[in-house]
C-alpha cells in the first residue's frame, strides 16, 4: 500500500495549484482520504477528507471555499484543487487513507486532533508548498 504526492511548488499569492494523491496497492473507492498540512513550527491540521464510500466530503474553515478535493477512481487519485493561495497556506501537504474512518471525523475530533497519525492506517511522504511574494 503506497500513497504519493504530487504537486507542490512555489506560488505568488492568489496563484492555483493542484496536489496529487496517486494510491496504489488498494482499491481508493472504499477508502477516506485525508489531506492535512504542517507548517514549519505547528501542528499538523487536517484540511479536506473525501469518501470513497459515500462521495461525503469535509473542508476545515481555513480553507473552505478556496481548496476542492476530489477523487478519480479510474487514475485511483485524489486531488485537492487550491486556489486563491495566501502566505498562510505554506507547509508540507500530505494525503492519508483509511479504510473505516468517516469523514464527520475531522468534524468531531477537531483540525488540529494530535492523534489523527492514529486515526488514518496509511500516509504518504507529503509535498512541499511555498506560497512567497
Known amino acids: 500500500v503506497q500513497l504519493v504526492e504530487s504537486g507542490g511548488a512555489v506560488v505568488q499569492p492568489g496563484d492555483s495549484l493542484r496536489l496529487s494523491c496517486a494510491a496504489s496497492g488498494f482499491t481508493l473507492g472504499a477508502y477516506t482520504v485525508g489531506w492535512f498540512r504542517q507548517a514549519a513550527g505547528k501542528e499538523r491540521e487536517g484540511i479536506s477528507c473525501?469518501?470513497?464510500?459515500?462521495?461525503?466530503?469535509y473542508s476545515a474553515d481555513s480553507v473552505k471555499g478556496r481548496f476542492t478535493v476530489s477523487v478519480d477512481t479510474s487514475k485511483s487519485t485524489v486531488y485537492l484543487q487550491m486556489d486563491n493561495l495566501n502566505l498562510e497556506d505554506t507547509a508540507v501537504y500530505y494525503c492519508a487513507a483509511d479504510a473505516t474512518l468517516p469523514c464527520s471525523a475531522h468534524r468531531n475530533y477537531g483540525d488540529t486532533y494530535r492523534g489523527w497519525k492514529y486515526e488514518y492506517t496509511y500516509w504518504g511522504q507529503g509535498t512541499q508548498v511555498t506560497v512567497s511574494s
Open positions: 473525501i469518501s470513497g464510500r459515500d462521495s461525503s466530503t
